[in-house]
């Protein structure tokens, strides 16, 4: 199942719901004829293997809360003629599960209470199988430099079964910043005796990632299209004050800023003017970029 909202504002927010065992489409329904009825949150893979089950959403930074919902559903051959309480709770002790058996990942921090709402009760209503949970975020009081989970477990549904796999749910909030997304990119690169791989290039796609409140991660290219080397963690970094661009190299600090061009961006076109250099002669490299933002990546 397709599930996205997109809100307007000063930026946009898109939550992705990874969610297996919804319906395909509405008029599907699955056959629950031999299954003892219970209440879950349908995430996909069960937890007998001792994983923990998990949803995701992504964030960009704005000023007013952003809208996010997962489901709780009533398994069961027929629907109930009464409705179904739900009673949720946050659950901190399943972050270190996650994080435990996800050790490859960026460790979760658990969300703080003040950066999220969200019902401790809902109710699946008489005749129906499942129903939304609404979350606001404020995406404002998280730090883009975190991975943040938000715990959540069904812990009564009105003397019905609760699901053994399926009823608890991390979900993970990752902060993007407003620089973050797919940008339209072309310049000029320079390599010095090397008239092939030196000159224009333009009409690429790039994805600038976000690394920390006011950086986007960043790689150059030759006028072919290649990969430039030696210049690995290279990133764009936002003065937010001013909208001045520092370049960064992590791999080679030689790479500067080019002495009298304006690096900046400029928020009304949402728009980076780059140039920087690197190395000396006769091995000396330099690049002079724009990129023009498109869309969410």
């Not at 992504?58 to 952003?66: C, F, H, T, V």
């Not at 003040?114 to 199988?129: C, E, H, L, V, Y």
């Not at 019905?160 to 797919?182: H, L, P, T």
């Amino acid at each position: 199942m397709k599930n996205k909202n997109i809100l307007k504002g000063i930026a946009l927010v898109i939550c992705t719901i990874a969610l297996s065992s919804c319906l395909k489409n509405k008029n599907e329904q699955p056959d629950f004829s031999s299954t003892t009825p219970v209440v879950e949150i349908p995430v996909g893979s069960p937890m007998g293997d001792g994983s923990v089950n998990s949803l995701s959403t992504s964030l960009i930074q704005k000023d007013e809360p952003s809208d996010y919902f997962f489901y709780i559903n009533y398994t069961a051959s027929n629907t109930k003629s009464t409705p179904i309480n739900v009673t949720l709770s946050i659950n901190p002790a399943m972050i270190d599960n996650y994080n435990t058996a996800h050790p490859n990942d960026p460790p979760l921090t658990i969300l703080p209470v003040n950066a999220f709402s969200m019902p401790t009760s809902i109710t699946i209503p008489a005749g129906q199988r499942r129903v939304q949970v609404p979350v606001k975020f404020v995406s404002t009081l998280l730090n883009p430099d975190l991975a943040y989970g938000l715990p959540v477990t069904i812990t009564d549904a009105s003397g019905e079964v609760i699901s053994k796999n399926f009823a608890s749910v991390v979900v993970n909030v990752g902060v993007r910043n407003r620089y973050d997304g797919v940008y339209n990119f072309k310049g000029y690169v320079f390599r010095e005796g090397d008239p092939v791989l030196s000159g224009n290039f333009s009409g690429l796609s790039k994805e600038l990632v976000t690394h920390g409140a006011n950086a986007v991660d960043f790689s150059q290219v030759w006028s072919n299209g290649g990969a430039v080397g030696g210049i690995d963690g290279l990133t764009i970094n936002v003065d937010p004050a001013t909208n001045k661009v520092t370049m960064k190299s992590t791999a080679n600090s030689s790479l500067q800023n080019t002495p009298g061009y304006d690096n900046r961006y400029d928020p009304n076109t949402k728009t980076f003017y780059l140039s920087f250099q690197w190395g000396t002669s006769p091995s000396s490299r330099s690049a002079t970029d724009t990129l023009v933002y498109k869309g969410l990546r």
